[in-house]
Structure formats: structure tokens, C-alpha cells
């Protein structure tokens, strides 16, 4: 165990261990959940989490409670949403489905994903459990594949909802191309709304699908970066690597 610098110790080397340790990470916020590894019987994830805090595999029902208000025992006998972890080179990232498609894909380290999983719970009205079906394991390739070179388009089914303005913007930000920007003000003219750039600024911070619903792809009219709930390194990121390989299929 010397070889290692280890955050969060989880008793119990079992699936549970693991699960309640990563969702412990995400519900202390500033959390990036990097992998995991057995060592001596014991689960352990390293990540960005207090030192030596120890979580026991029952802890899970706790910390997902109070994520998302409900846990995997409580959610029995109704159709839930499924959320897991996946991993990507901007940090992990809490993905959740319907069966009808994708409903969340944020950044475990965001510091608003509580509300973002409130509004989850809100819009929908279904438990939140842990799991995952065939739109997080096309969303998983599909990630690999846009961060690999390989995808331009997103193709998994999409399972959005939000306030009627809120889904008229994300339905204008579905359409901005790969490598491609424009301004909060031609966002908002788009939505039908000119002056309404603060108002659509606000309903990206409340997109809970980045990267597939490309709100990176929105700046300033000056060319300058603005408010992004992943940290503007994570919106350089996004945009840097989508111009090189837009650039590259042009040469």
C-alpha cells in the first residue's frame, strides 16, 4: 500500500464497496473518482477526497439518498432511471438513462450536481438507482470514440426534459456543427428571443447532457469564453480539440 497515495479506503472489496465509494465522491462535490483497485480485500478508489475518509458499503444508500432523494430499496416496484459512472479524460462523469434514452451526462465534480440531480428527479418524477442499459453502454463508446477522433455526431437517443425555454434551447444547441460557435446573442435570437441572452445562458448552466448537447460551443461575441458548469478548462478543452480535428479534415 506504500506504492500508492491513497484518498478514500472502502471496506469491503465487493461491486457495493465500489459503488458507494464513488457515489460518496460525487456528493462531496470537488470529487474527481480517477479508478479503482483491490488491495488486501479492500476496495479502493483514489481520487481528489478527504484523507483517510472511510466508507462502508451500507454508506451507499446513504450518500445516493442524498443525491438524488431516493434509494435503490425505496425505488422497487417503479421504472427508474439508471445512473452510473464512466470515465473520460476531463474527469469521470455521472451518466443516467431512461429506457427511452439519455438523461444526464455531467461532471462528477461539479459543484451544482446536486441541483442538477434535483431537477433530474423533478422533471421526470422517477427514482434514480444505480445500473445502466443500452443508451449508457452506446454513450460509453460513443465517448471514446469523440475523444479518440473516431465521432463528430452524437447518436444516442436523447431522453430530454426541462422547462418549455429550456428544451428550445438545447434543441438550437443540438444543431451548432462539430467545431463550430456562435454567440449567446445568435443563440438567443435563434430561440426567438434577441435579448434574451442572459435568459438561454442560464438554461445551458441547466443542461444536464455537456458534451453531447454541445453548450461548449456557445461564447462570447467578442470570441472570448463565458460560465460553463464544468470550468472554462473543461470548455477549452472541448472546443481546442474539435477545431484540430476539424482543421485536420480540411487539409
Known sequence: MADYDYDLFVIGAGSGGVRAARLAAITGARVAVAENDRVGGTCVIRGCVPKKLLVY??????AFKKLFGTTPGEARGTAPIVATILPSPLGPLLAA?????LCMLEYADREKLPRQAA???????????????PHIARIERELTEYFGGERREF???????????????????LGIPFGE??????????VGNPK??????????????????PCH?????????RGYGGGLWRKQF??????????????
Open 57 to 62: 458499503a451500507s454508506g451507499f444508500r446513504d
Open 97 to 101: 438513462a431512461t429506457e427511452h434514452g
Open 119 to 133: 431537477d433530474l428527479s423533478r422533471f421526470y418524477g422517477r427514482p434514480v438507482i444505480p445500473g445502466r442499459n
Open 155 to 173: 447518436s444516442v437517443p436523447l431522453d430530454l426534459k426541462g422547462t418549455e425555454f429550456q428544451e428550445r434551447v438545447w434543441k438550437e444547441l
Open 181 to 190: 460557435t456562435i454567440s449567446y446573442e445568435e443563440l438567443a435570437a435563434r
Open 196 to 213: 434574451a441572452q442572459r435568459a438561454v445562458g442560464m438554461a445551458n448552466g441547466r443542461n444536464r447532457v455537456p458534451i453531447v448537447v
Open 217 to 225: 460551443r456557445v461564447i462570447q461575441k467578442n470570441g472570448m469564453l
Open 238 to 251: 472541448l472546443l481546442d480539440l474539435e477545431t484540430r480535428r476539424k482543421d485536420a479534415k480540411t487539409q
